[in-house]
């Protein structure tokens, strides 16, 4: 085996040239990463409402101290989840949605930062549930592609989810199409990867992330959640499953419009936590 002095390719001699490995030396991001995640109710297909609500949580971050280094939002956050066929009136591309962040970001006068948010994207005449994964502070809406991101600033991932669920009260792959890659992406701080919900339940996605080096994975959800019996409110919810059993359902974001007519409001907050690198240990 030969190493090339220059670089971090090795040949291995005797073999076809198809087997030639590029290996990249571990690249271990800074010893603290401080995250924050929004935790916000969208108003259902209303973009630049959501998008304005991201601008109040930036505007919250900004006065952080110690200042946040990623700002993490939900699954499909300038949207809501239960949009159904509504997908094609509030998706947009990864370039709209990155300039208006841009715009919000400097209204609220927030430090740069990074941020990950879900949304409902079109991408080349298709529909995708994406989460984009940007830099925001001294980036221009002239560089708002992916093909123009720089180590810097910018864009610097889109992520479309791979495993669309069927099942229960989802039927989301009727509404959008699945995305074909799950990979790590640099960032200023070290390599990362996104899987958005039901991505995460399947080992593949994980094992992928992890060997192209992702040191943190981040995982927006719109999940409901069940067990509580009542919403915000002190309303009882309706049975969900058979005669015997208890279950009943509340959603993240409100449950389905068949089963209730209005979604109370509820304050956006964010909440932070450090988060120590060094692996990709999973």
């Not at 919250?60 to 110690?66: D, I, S, Y």
């Not at 720089?150 to 791979?162: D, E, F, L």
């Not at 039927?171 to 959008?176: K, L, N």
Request: glycine residues 10%; contains cysteine; hydrophobic residues 40%.
């Amino acid at each position: 085996m030969e190493e090339r002095r220059g670089g971090t390719t090795q040949v291995l001699h005797g073999v076809p040239p198809r087997l030639v490995l590029n290996v990249s030396p571990p690249r271990i991001f800074s010893l603290m990463v401080r995250l924050a995640i929004a935790q916000l109710r969208p108003t259902k297909g209303e973009y630049a409402v959501n998008v304005q609500r991201i601008g109040g949580a930036l505007a919250q971050v900004a006065k952080l101290e110690p200042p946040v280094d990623l700002l993490i939002f939900p699954e499909t956050a300038t949207s809501g989840y239960f949009v159904e066929g509504g997908v094609r009136d509030v998706a947009v591309t990864a370039g709209t949605l990155f300039r208006d962040l841009t715009l919000q970001h400097a209204a609220a006068h927030a430090p740069p930062l990074d941020v990950a948010v879900g949304f409902y994207e079109v991408f080349q005449n298709h529909f995708h549930n994406s989460c984009l994964y940007a830099s925001l502070g001294n980036a221009s809406p002239g560089n708002a592609s992916p093909g123009n991101a720089s180590p810097a600033t910018g864009i610097r991932h889109v992520h479309r989810k791979v495993f669309l669920p069927t099942y229960g009260m989802f039927d989301e792959e009727r509404f959008v199409e699945r995305g074909h890659e799950v990979r790590a992406f640099d960032t200023r701080w070290g390599r990362a990867a996104i899987l958005i919900c039901e991505d995460a339940w399947h080992s593949l996605t994980g094992t992928i992330a992890a060997l192209d080096g992702a040191q943190l994975v981040i995982v927006p959800s719109a999940s409901p959640a069940r067990g509580t019996g009542v919403d915000e409110e002190g309303t009882r919810l309706p049975r969900v499953g058979g005669p015997r059993e208890s279950r009943r359902l509340r959603g993240w974001e409100g449950v389905p419009r068949r089963l209730r007519a209005r979604e109370p409001e509820r304050p956006d907050r964010a909440a932070r936590a450090p988060v120590r690198g060094g692996g990709a240990d999973l």
